[in-house]
């Protein structure tokens, strides 16, 4: 018998077998019965053999779809309709994880993890509960649902970066590839600034602009000057302006690993074009927290200073005033527009009513997506507006957010929840930065370059948060994960060091 005999005897599994056969016959009754929404199980389940075999690309490709994935849509034509829309992108996720979770079953592996991710899962169950107690529950368990697909996603990335011998590989792809899909999206953002057929305008458009995509004309301008704002594949201005706030950062890491001349351009390009799509957000918070970004990152001396720099900076900066957009300058850096903004008072107004919510509620809340049940019933202009929204355009009331991380969590899960989350972010930021200083002690530059940035980009998003109710951006759980991966990375080094010492001595 030849070689490759004797091995596929060896691999040979009646169990096995039978398992496939079963599979098949239940997908032909599957397709049968239910036409064109069995082909998404079929991929689903071709997506799940293959992660089941290489668990890490089910990693990669979940990151990438979901940064990419634009708009949630059903699939299928024909009038199939699921409860929640089904996207590649969540087909994907669910292979992946259930082919790692199968694999740590079966194999009995390791499982890798830290006290941050026992906080997420502690979290998660109190969020359940503070849903389930709600008073409209069957309407709020879908946030949550949503919640725990993240938190999945955490726990699973967590464990693929941070074990074996191969982990600070599968990190820095991991890192790279979260990079270059944010490039993509900064990239078709700034083109939507240029494709009038992209604006969205009028009180309809902006009310459905979730369906959509595209770039959203807001007439709030003393001048008269509509401001074009740009979304990108995040779906919104906010968020696309999140997003590369809490990216950015992490682009001194991707330009350290990137060792051709030719790939260190392409990153400073790449950079400069997703600052020109945060300034096409005219969000003031892509403003004012990319100003503390770029402080922290000097402080952490990732960006380096010489006089020709300087000079440089400073000749980029009279250029970009010259071609900065009016609306930019009236909406942005006119500072009185911050106290006077419309959109300013209205966000006053919501997180006043969720300050009033935490306080009456301050141990379960009012359940995890309640606060626009509550809202849209408020007697003043911000709860008229989301009633409009919600009755005329149908608009999720599970969307309507408090502008504010903390008092979304605090009126939501209480202040119990509000404790264990901002325990979680302590305790993630803490670890990076002792993996920053064991990494800065052995030499490392190029794992202490990363642990630095994820730092900058960890409290991007805490002060992105006092601006905007972040808790379900998928990009801030990606994050996360690999920061979590790079201190279990870190504490394995020391501990295999402590074991070699003894042995040596």
Not at 110 to 138: C, K, M, P, Q
């Amino acid at each position: 018998m030849s070689a490759l005999g004797v091995a596929l005897k060896d691999r040979w599994n009646p169990l096995g077998a039978v398992f496939v056969l079963i599979l098949a016959v239940a997908l032909g009754i599957s397709i049968v019965a239910f036409d064109k929404l069995a082909v998404a199980g079929l991929f689903g389940l071709i997506g799940f053999c293959f992660f089941l075999r290489f668990p890490v690309l089910g990693l990669y490709a979940t990151v990438i779809l979901l940064l990419l994935s634009g708009t949630g849509g059903v699939i299928g034509a024909g009038g199939i309709h699921v409860a929640v829309p089904l996207t590649l992108a969540k087909l994907c996720g669910a292979a992946a994880l259930a082919a790692w979770a199968l694999n740590l079953l079966s194999r009995r592996q390791s499982w890798h993890f830290g006290w941050e991710v026992i906080l997420a899962i502690i979290f998660l169950i109190w969020s359940l509960a503070s849903a389930v107690f709600s008073d409209n529950r069957a309407e709020q368990l879908p946030e949550w649902i949503r919640l725990g697909t993240l938190v999945g996603f955490f726990v699973m990335g967590v464990d693929l970066l941070s074990g074996g011998e191969t982990a600070k590989k599968r990190l820095r792809a991991y890192i790279v590839i979260i990079c270059l899909c944010v490039f993509l999206s900064a990239a078709s953002a700034v083109a939507q600034y240029f494709m009038p057929s992209t604006y969205i305008e009028g009180l309809d458009g902006r009310a459905t602009f979730q369906e959509t995509g595209g770039a959203i004309v807001d007439p709030e301008s003393l001048a008269g000057e509509a401001a074009i704002r740009v979304s990108g594949r995040a779906q919104h201005s906010n968020w696309l302006a999140f997003t590369l706030l809490c990216v950015l950062p992490l682009n001194a890491f991707w330009f350290t690993v990137s060792k051709r001349k030719i790939f260190k351009t392409f990153v400073v390009a790449a950079t400069l074009i997703e600052l020109a799509a945060l300034i096409l957000t005219f969000t003031r918070t892509g403003f004012l927290v990319g100003v503390i970004v770029v402080v922290l990152l000097a402080l952490k001396q990732q960006i380096k200073s010489s006089p020709y720099r300087f000079v440089g900076l400073a000749l980029a900066a009279v250029l970009g005033w010259m071609i900065l957009p009016g609306p930019y300058k009236e909406r942005v850096l006119t500072f009185r527009q911050y106290t006077g903004s419309k959109s300013v008072q209205t966000r006053a107004q919501l997180q006043a009513a969720a300050w009033e919510y935490m306080t009456e509620h301050p141990i379960k809340g009012i359940g995890l997506g309640g606060f626009g049940f509550r809202m849209m019933e408020e007697p003043n202009e911000a709860g008229r507006i989301m009633k409009i929204v919600v009755d005329h355009y149908a608009w999720n009331p599970l969307f309507i957010g408090v502008h504010n991380l903390y008092l979304q969590i605090g009126c939501e899960t209480g202040l119990i929840g509000l404790a264990i989350f901002l325990a979680f972010i302590v305790l993630l930021m803490r670890h990076v930065h002792l993996a920053e200083q064991r990494f800065k002690a052995d030499g490392d530059d190029e794992w202490r370059t990363l642990a630095a940035t994820l730092q900058v980009s960890l409290v991007a998003f805490l002060i992105s948060g006092i601006f905007l109710h972040a808790l379900q951006q998928k990009v801030w759980w990606l994050i996360a994960a690999g920061a979590m991966g790079l201190c279990l990375i870190a504490a394995d080094a020391e501990h295999r060091e402590k074991d070699v010492k003894p042995a040596q001595a």
